[in-house]
């Protein structure tokens, strides 16, 4: 390769060159990316571009609990746009469930074969070897508070389980869900890590431990 600019292909000075290699490895280390070590995930931080915003700890674990109750011994958990809860589920559940966590933020594919892309616009736009029905709960955080955004999650809820569903949306999209999913508003209530201007529910289709007083 040549070492002008006479072919046509510009070229990055040496100390340009140094200056982004330098921010590719600050914001690595920032994400946690750096080794591809799963235990850095959680200091992914969240992109509010994304309609990211997560729960705090006791939120997150009281659902990654609710969650391994629900699926049972053996069984599979989904989280759909729900990274928190999985990664309390990895911490939590010592082999007796296994999970995959469905989301549109690449970051998280420091989970490995655990991780699948999903994109909620393109509800049924997933990877051969995700089958139909082969969860036995879903946790569904959809992305935005739009009746859009839940009626093609709910899409992509519908197909992937085996019928327990545990949502967390608004309050505001409790009619919707309850038409598009059969589910009912729980006792407790979840928070997020930021306080956030929306009041925001859990929502179930079966039995849960999430209407027990807290």
């Given at each position: 390769?040549?070492?002008?600019?006479?072919?046509?292909?510009?070229?990055?000075?040496?100390?340009?060159?140094?200056?982004?290699?330098?921010?590719?490895?600050?914001?690595?280390?920032?994400?946690?990316?750096?080794?591809?070590?799963?235990?850095?995930?959680?200091?992914?931080?969240?992109?509010?571009?994304?309609?990211?915003?997560?729960?705090?700890?006791?939120?997150?674990?009281?659902?990654?609990?609710?969650?391994?109750?629900?699926?049972?011994?053996?069984?599979?958990?989904?989280?759909?746009?729900?990274?928190?809860?999985?990664?309390?589920?990895?911490?939590?559940?010592?082999?007796?469930?296994?999970?995959?966590?469905?989301?549109?933020?690449?970051?998280?594919?420091?989970?490995?074969?655990?991780?699948?892309?999903?994109?909620?616009?393109?509800?049924?736009?997933?990877?051969?070897?995700?089958?139909?029905?082969?969860?036995?709960i879903v946790v569904a955080d959809p992305p935005y508070l739009s009746e859009e955004c839940l009626q093609k999650?709910?899409?992509?809820?519908?197909?992937?389980?085996?019928?327990?569903?545990?949502?967390c949306t608004g309050a505001v999209m409790a009619e919707a869900a309850a038409r598009l999913l059969g589910v009912?508003?729980?006792?407790?209530?979840?928070?997020?890590?930021?306080?956030?201007?929306?009041?925001?529910?859990?929502?179930?289709?079966?039995?849960?431990?999430?209407?027990?007083?807290?």
């Amino acid at each position: 390769m040549s070492d002008s600019e006479d072919d046509g292909v510009p070229r990055l000075s040496s100390h340009t060159l140094a200056a982004l290699q330098e921010f590719y490895a600050e914001q690595e280390q920032h994400t946690g990316l750096g080794g591809g070590d799963k235990d850095s995930i959680g200091v992914i931080e969240e992109n509010w571009q994304l309609s990211q915003f997560w729960y705090s700890q006791e939120t997150a674990l009281r659902l990654a609990q609710e969650a391994i109750t629900a699926a049972g011994e053996g069984g599979r958990v989904a989280c759909v746009s729900a990274p928190s809860v999985y990664r309390e589920l990895r911490e939590l559940c010592g082999g007796r469930v296994s999970a995959c966590v469905f989301e549109y933020d690449r970051r998280f594919a420091v989970y490995g074969p655990d991780f699948i892309f999903y994109d909620y616009t393109r509800p049924l736009d997933l990877p051969g070897h995700v089958a139909a029905h082969s969860f036995d709960i879903v946790v569904a955080d959809p992305p935005y508070l739009s009746e859009e955004c839940l009626q093609k999650t709910s899409e992509t809820i519908k197909y992937l389980t085996r019928g327990k569903i545990l949502l967390c949306t608004g309050a505001v999209m409790a009619e919707a869900a309850a038409r598009l999913l059969g589910v009912k508003a729980c006792r407790f209530l979840p928070r997020h890590a930021r306080a956030l201007a929306n009041e925001f529910r859990c929502y179930v289709n079966y039995e849960s431990g999430l209407d027990r007083e807290d």
